[in-house]
């Protein structure tokens, strides 16, 4: 809801908006996949591309943890702890079996609010441990006890050093943020809203 405000002429001139947000593809990211041997000694485990406007946030975000960070993607980054090319099937186990895997949207998104990651429904879906960006629509989309959100980044470093030590903090928000995504934010979920506001039946 807090991007609806930028579409409120749509609004006044009859247009039907709804919120329709990324989710989790539970075909791929499952707690079911087999833990990978590889992963056992991931601390900080992030998945995606670099590309400079992007890397304005990783820069304040994952730079400061660069010695502890183990980064896969498409793109090279310039990250000691960059890993190559992840497979769809191995990435569900480094999500899962990492410390901590946090989801870092792009510059715009944390200004304006709209425009969130998919990240954050594919580390949750699996069984892992997630920060977001302080990015406040994420608000929108979950409760305080099931995903960790920052006020602003000095929030956001205070909240990393927690999640490292304190193992029980991180297993209760494991739990609440899988079974939050399992029960509102798949894609079987999208599906239902987009039948329901067509006047679509659907079982």
Not at 92 to 118: K, S
Request: charged share 25%.
């Amino acid at each position: 809801r807090s991007g609806l405000q930028f579409y409120q002429n749509w609004m006044k001139n009859g247009a039907k908006l709804i919120s329709l947000p990324l989710a989790c593809d539970t075909s791929i990211y499952t707690k079911d996949n087999p833990c990978n041997s590889k992963f056992k000694d991931v601390t900080m485990a992030f998945v995606g591309g670099y590309w400079p406007y992007k890397a304005r946030q990783f820069d304040r975000y994952l730079k400061p943890y660069e010695k502890h960070l183990t980064v896969f993607g498409y793109s090279h980054w310039p990250y000691a702890g960059y890993g190559g090319v992840i497979s769809r099937e191995e990435e569900p186990a480094l999500l899962r079996q990492a410390i901590l895997c946090p989801a870092i949207n792009e510059p715009h998104a944390e200004i304006l609010g709209g425009d969130i990651c998919e990240r954050v429904y594919k580390v949750l879906g699996s069984g892992g441990m997630c920060i977001t960006d302080a990015t406040h629509a994420h608000r929108d989309l979950f409760t305080d006890d099931e995903l960790v959100m920052p006020a602003d980044l000095s929030d956001y470093h205070e909240l990393v050093k927690k999640i490292l030590r304190d193992e029980s903090f991180s297993q209760r928000y494991r739990e609440r943020g899988y079974q939050a995504v399992m029960e509102r934010h798949t894609y079987t979920h999208r599906a239902q809203t987009i039948l329901a506001n067509l006047g679509i039946q659907h079982p």
